[in-house]
Antibody, heavy 122, light 107 residues
Framework: EVQLLESGGGLVQPGTSLRLSCAAS????????MSWVRQASGKGLEWVSS????????KYANSVKGRFTISRDNSKNTVYLQMNGVRAEDTAVYYC?????????????????WGLGTTVTV | DIQMTQSPATLSASVGDRVTITCRAS??????LAWYQQKPGKAPKLLIY???RLQTGVPSRFSGSGSGTEFTLTISSLQPDDFATYYC?????????FGQGTKVEIK
């Protein structure tokens, strides 16, 4: 069974940094792209970032480009989201999700399986 | 960026009703469209991808159609478990964007 468990959320001050983690199990992690999607309270879904299976290809939403960095450690089956210079508008539940077969690039693929989310409050 | 617009924002329906939700893209997205269901306090769940392909385990009362810039999600006979918020999402180039959501409420 595919499982994703996010962690690292919390209450932080504007301008500071935070690193989210998503531990994966139940599938071949290194051949799957991974994504982060966020949702502010009572609002809709916003795609944040995606990373290819081998970590070479990274994509970002304009709202986080230059502030957030996605990375992964395939030896630990974990994907990360480093959030620098956080702002009040970054307050949200952050979900990680599997995003299809991938080696070097993030392919056009929906987000198949989602974690439970971790809450970030700025 | 491609904008995704869903309608209606809220839909009131009864068990057994046929329900249709529309999603319009600001530019053609070919068939790169997904639909998700989200219940309060829960993570989204993928229902449909490639505009009309049912994700494994999703009941056949859900169906998707459309092309280019206009797409629909149809629930043929609404069940109690279907009361939720539904989102469309394009994945035809980056950035990926979602519609604003359609809440299906009990009438």
């Amino acid at each position: 069974e595919v499982q994703l468990l996010e962690s690292g959320g919390g209450l932080v001050q504007p301008g500071t940094s935070l690193r989210l983690s998503c531990a994966a199990s139940g599938f071949n992690f290194e051949t799957n792209a991974m994504s982060w999607v966020r949702q502010a309270s009572g609002k809709g879904l916003e795609w944040v970032s995606s990373i290819s299976g081998w970590g070479y290809d990274k994509k970002y939403a304009n709202s986080v480009k230059g502030r957030f960095t996605i990375s992964r450690d395939n030896s630990k089956n974990t994907v990360y989201l480093q959030m620098n210079g956080v702002r009040a508008e970054d307050t949200a539940v952050y979900y990680c999700a599997t995003t299809g077969d991938s080696n070097t690039v993030v392919n056009y693929h929906p987000m198949d399986v989602w974690g439970l989310g971790t809450t970030v409050t700025v | 960026d491609i904008q995704m617009t869903q309608s209606p924002a809220t839909l009131s329906a009864s068990v057994g009703d046929r329900v249709t939700i529309t999603c319009r893209a600001s530019h053609s997205i070919s068939d790169w469209l997904a639909w998700y269901q989200q219940k309060p306090g829960k993570a989204p769940k993928l229902l449909i991808y490639m505009k009309s392909r049912l994700q494994t385990g999703v009941p056949s009362r859900f169906s998707g159609s459309g092309s280019g810039t206009e797409f629909t999600l149809t629930i043929s006979s609404l069940q109690p478990d279907d009361f939720a918020t539904y989102y469309c999402q394009h994945y035809d180039g980056f950035p990926w964007t979602f519609g604003q959501g359609t809440k299906v409420e009990i009438k």
